[in-house]
């Protein structure tokens, strides 16, 4: 790095310093200086810092600012491949420029973005595909990785992102041969991770950060560098993530994957293949019969709460059985190659995880299922991983930085600080610079029906209807699941029709996400129906976006196994689960939502929140003094002013 980055903090904060030409060339916020001072002296001390910072103070250049300079080797932590993206293309080359410093920046993702050169040409030689179009996309990939530099997949925009080619071309963990891999020189994650290593800041995101953590604890290899300063971007979404990878689960397809590169691996043994072919007919119907004992409403489920819980584990002690089977078959091959060598590690793998998911081994687990359409998933999550991220940070001389703009509740960082037994940590408040008291209104409705109510959903579209006109459109209809956003998305349309409006209705699902909030800001007067992905990460600027509605408070399902234990876990022990854990985790989703309506010093709109608990409830009060200090009316005639007057 430049030696600049060497400097005191005095030096760094002086008026000749470089974060004063920065002030001066692109007039940073007063919190944004203020942030920036703290996340320096953090790095200097090696600490850890947890701070909120309010839409629009600009966290991500004031935590930039510091680490490009002082923060040594630095790993940034996001919470999507896209916020990467906008670190590296777009943010640290303006950060790079203003500092005048050179800094060897990388990006990297996790391995189901690279192609993998041998599996990419397995499929071609053995012409296996799922539909017409695998052929063709075959051959686009084919072309792209021989001229490809870094073989990313995101850039071959040609082909769909949930095309069934991918998973053929790119590899898994369970799957690489690493060093025995006849194209390992030439590996596009190797190269990827290799610059990784030399890198003196590296870009992850928070699922292949916390991949890399498991791999470390465990004393295996690791794939990101020791960092002397590590920064979580969107830390609200750490915990959840953390207690996924610090947990264990398997899945009925990676039984699947399993038996059918077995049958590609041994396709010239006729009398191998014959056997596998029968086996993989049997595995198949074995998890359709585990699928026919789970209720059709069940989509996760506590393992205590089965219907019938004995024909269940003997339908899965079965599995264990066929894969057992599996395991002797492979054991014959298993010196053959490094291929053979892999799939018997593979099969043996997932027979411990089966067995011992089974006998539900580690008491501070939650054991549970979760089933999709062809899959399902079996899940041991951790009821707290405060303990095991505690020990990893005190293995590691670093400083860390966790930031977000919902992080704190009512100004207080307890909840996020105790899910991740961050007790030392300094905490710091940074509220938003925007004039919500003059910009924005937050509206709660009157004779709004309790959200259990089974017209809830229509007297909200009724609600809804007067202020999308006087909004002309340019609406968020932001909803807490996906049945009741296709409710309401139903039921405006047919007020629409019946009332001759003709705005644009566009509704989650109907496209990729980032091609819906195209056509959105392309129409200029649509309504934009969403679930809970669209809650956070959306940025539509300007007048395009005016009017905001959440239907409720964005409680989490008490029947979502992983929540269940953790409530009943504290009740036992004394604690108000609701005050302690519920209520916080629903104001950081709904502050997340809530954030989407005001993006900028110039944005004006209405926020609208169709939840009467959120004014009766002596819980109400903690919400309001957790969002912004919107003007706060129950006023249908003053909000409809104010928005055609936008």
Known sequence: MNPQQNSSTDNFFSPQGPLNDCLNNYQLRTEQVEMAKSVSNAIK????????????????????????LKGGRVVISTATKNLQDQLFFNDIPKIREALKISVKVNILKGRANYICKLRMENTNQEGMFFNKNDAKYLHLIKAFSDNSDSGEVSEISKIPENSAIWPMVTS????????????????????????????????????????????????????????????????????????????????????????????????????????????????????????????????????????????????????????????????????????????FDRATELTIKLNSWLKRDNQNDIYWLEVFARTIQFNATPISVAEQFNKFQKKADSAWIFTSATLSINGSFDHFTSLLGL??????????????????????????????????????????????????????????SLKSMEEIGALLKDEFEKNKIDYPVITQGEGPKNDLLNQFKKHGNAVLIGSLSFWEGIDVRGSTLSLVIIDKLPFQSPGDPVFESKIKLLTEEGTNAFMSMQLPEAIIRLKQGVGRLIRDDHDKGVMVICDRRIIEKSYGMKIWKSLPSFKRTRSESAVINFLEEL
Not at 438 to 446: G, T
Not at 448 to 467: G, T
């Open 45 to 68: 001390d090696k600490e850890s810092l947890v701070i909120e910072a309010g839409t629009g103070v600009g966290k991500t250049f004031a935590y930039l600012y510091p680490s490009l």
């Open 423 to 480: 007790k030392k940590s300094r905490t710091q408040y940074l509220q938003s610079p925007f004039n919500y008291s003059e910009n924005a209104f937050l509206y709660v409705p009157k004779e709004i029906p309790d959200p259990k109510d089974e017209l809830f959903n229509l007297v909200l579209v009724k609600k809804a209807l007067p202020l999308i006109r006087a909004a002309k459109g340019r609406a968020f209809i932001l909803a807490t």
């Open 172 to 343: 898994t963990k369970e799957n690489c041969l690493g060093q025995d891999c006849e194209f390992y020189k030439n590996c596009f994650l190797v190269k990827a991770r290799k610059e990784a290593l030399e890198s003196e800041v590296l870009i992850v995101n928070h699922h292949l950060f916390f991949a890399d953590f498991v791999l470390k604890d465990a004393e295996l290899s690791e794939i990101l560098p020791k960092a002397n300063t590590v920064i979580f971007d969107e830390a609200h979404q750490v915990p959840l993530v953390a207690s996924f990878f610090l947990g264990e689960f398997i899945s009925s397809s990676q039984i699947i994957n399993l038996i059918q590169d077995c049958q590609q691996s041994f396709i010239k043994y006729p009398d191998t293949i014959k056997i596998l072919d029968s086996l993989a007919k049997d595995l198949q119907e074995n998890i359709f019969d585990l699928k026919a004992l789970i209720s059709p409403s069940s989509v996760r489920l506590n393992i205590n709460k089965l219907q019938d819980y004995d024909a269940f584990k003997e339908t899965y002690k079965t599995l264990i059985a066929k894969l057992d089977l599996l395991e002797t078959i492979l054991s014959k091959h298993a010196e053959d190659n490094a291929e053979s060598q892999k799939l």
